[in-house]
């Protein structure tokens, strides 16, 4: 069992693990090869560096089932809007001198006491008022569908698809003005209501959107497709008692309501438990694949076409899944292959020419705050394309796996194991304890498509300061709209000097440097921007707060 031994940072790519790298590096090591003829070599290995092999594929799993699929695009989509406009309003809230109340909920201020503040301030005029609780009563609208949709926990089971589908409407329509895209027209009129809407209904408005007895929801499903990871090395190794110990945790707790509801649809004599990890991976990989993204939207749809546990015995039995609906999920992913995440309508991209150490420190002479959010603007760009690019890929891989899935038995679990090993590549971060895992080569192979506008991207070390920079902005808005702690970006920052010292040798002083001057630029912005959050850095991980 893995544990609390992992987490996984979808917004900047970055896996967490609580242990060191040498550990990681020496089991990794052990097990080369085939897990079925390492039986003996795991027996001899520590709880510990059993424990830590299993965090690492459980959140790899993460990483491979939320870039792959559309129940990630979505998740990923509501995050990027949610933090841009909260960091606009935080904008807005300090030219007023307002600082909302720590330990309590941004919305919840603004209800209370904020929209009264800004209301006796002089300054303010009747549209920018206006304005700022459209954003605001929108921002608490995406947080919903989000922690409906993503969280541990569903906030209110009981309700309806009438009030979820009019929710989830909206949060289509203001996620895609956000992106720049129009789902009723051309992308050039993303700012015209009337064609830029969403129309979901249901087919039984007055049935609850989730299930009354073992409800789950997308985040369960992507917490049981990486328990199935585990419980796929545990068994192929050998050892049972482990598989059947987390088997029955996972049950008991949260995601049971998911695994309950897969492993009936993935019966096998042939495993310990009873079923198939991976024919239940297969199917949860389906389930998130339901056009629940709006790059899937069409006129009209329904909300049970689009929450997979709504129809979910319609749709998939023990026998497998029918190929009517196979060709479409297939279907929709090819859609939204062809379908932009974003356009430059957006402004989601920024841009600077700096592609050497030269040009660097001619920037950095004189390092003005100016200068630094500049430069922030653009390094985390880096982030936004990384993630465009990272769906891309990986949604072309599970495209091409589902097109073999008809062929034959044989065929599928040659390219479900094909697909598995491209998913993975594409990870660029590992944080341990103690450093860091970096793989340059998503980086590289992210700025090679020749029609992409020339970033700072064009050195792969500022796309993974962009992806670091990038994370740090969403733990600044989630602990302002939860007014609450957040970690400092020094955690990450000093495990990444020894990976500079190694790939940049003799230059690595002066990327230090920058990097610090920005980390401390950005952290006094932080003060100003974000008053009612407070920085801590006792922490292993970065990754894990």
Not at 129 to 147: G, Q, T
Not at 369 to 382: C, H, K, R, W
Not at 404 to 420: G, H, I, M, N, V
Request: one cysteine or more.
């Amino acid at each position: 069992m893995s544990g609390n031994k992992g987490s996984y940072l979808f917004i900047g790519n970055l896996i967490g693990i609580r242990t060191t790298l040498v550990t990681s590096i020496k089991v990794n090591e052990t097990l080369s090869g085939s897990l079925r003829a390492n039986r003996d070599k795991w027996k001899r290995l520590s709880d510990d560096e059993k424990s830590a092999y299993l965090a690492e594929q459980h959140e790899f799993a993460h990483h491979q089932l939320m870039t792959s699929s559309l129940a990630g695009v979505l998740y990923w989509r509501l995050n990027e809007a949610w933090v841009r406009d909260i960091t606009w309003l935080s904008k807005e809230l300090t030219e007023f001198d307002l600082i909302p109340d720590r330990g309590m909920n941004l919305w919840d201020w603004w209800q209370k006491a904020g929209e009264y503040k800004v209301k006796a301030s002089a300054a303010i005029c009747s549209g920018r008022l206006s304005y700022m609780n459209h954003v605001f009563k929108h921002l608490n609208m995406v947080a919903k569908v989000r922690d409906y949709l993503y969280s541990n926990e569903i906030p209110s089971a009981r309700i309806t698809r009438r009030e979820f589908s009019k929710m989830l409407s909206a949060a289509f329509g203001w996620c895609a003005e956000r992106a720049g895209l129009s789902l009723n027209g051309e992308h050039d009129e993303f700012m015209d209501r009337s064609k830029n809407y969403a129309k979901i209904v249901a087919r039984e408005p007055n049935q609850s959107t989730f299930l009354a007895k073992d409800t789950y929801n997308f985040q369960a499903l992507f917490e049981a497709y990486s328990i199935c990871e585990e419980l796929f090395v545990l068994q192929v190794v050998g050892d049972d008692e482990r598989a059947r110990d987390l088997l029955k945790k996972t049950l008991s707790g949260p995601f049971g309501g998911a695994m309950r509801a897969i492993i009936p649809l993935s019966k096998s004599s042939e495993w310990y438990l009873g079923f198939s990890p991976h024919i239940a991976k297969s199917f949860i990989m389906l389930m998130c694949n339901a056009p629940v993204d709006i790059a899937a939207y069409e006129e009209e749809r329904r909300l049970e076409e689009m929450l997979p546990w709504l129809d979910l015995h319609k749709d998939f039995s023990h026998k497998g899944i029918s190929l009517h609906n196979l060709a479409c999920i297939t279907e929709t992913i090819y859609s939204t292959l062809h379908q932009p995440l974003f356009t430059e309508n957006a402004k989601w991209l920024h841009y600077l020419n700096i592609t050497d150490i030269k040009s660097l420190k001619k920037y950095f002479s004189r390092p003005e705050s100016s200068n630094i959010e500049e430069f922030n603007l653009a390094v985390t760009s880096n982030a936004i394309n990384q993630a465009a690019f990272t769906f891309k890929i990986n949604l072309s891989s599970t495209y091409n796996l589902l097109m073999a899935w008809p062929e034959s038995p044989t065929e599928y679990r040659k390219q479900f194991q094909l697909w598995f090993v491209d998913t993975k590549k594409s990870i660029c971060m590992i944080e341990y304890t103690d450093g860091l895992h970096i793989s340059l080569a998503p980086t590289i192979q992210a700025n090679e498509i020749p029609h992409l506008k020339h970033l700072i991207t064009t050195q792969p070390i500022w796309v993974i300061t962009g992806l670091l920079l990038r994370a740090h902005q969403y733990y600044l808005v989630k602990s302002y709209w939860d007014g609450t702690c957040r970690p400092s970006l020094k955690i990450i920052i000093d495990k990444l000097k020894e990976f500079l010292d190694k790939e940049i040798g003799k230059h690595s002083d002066i990327y230090c440097r920058y990097l610090f001057e920005i980390t401390n630029q950005l952290e006094k912005q932080a003060q100003s921007l974000f008053p009612n959050t407070l920085v801590d850095d006792n922490f292993d991980l970065y990754c894990d707060q």
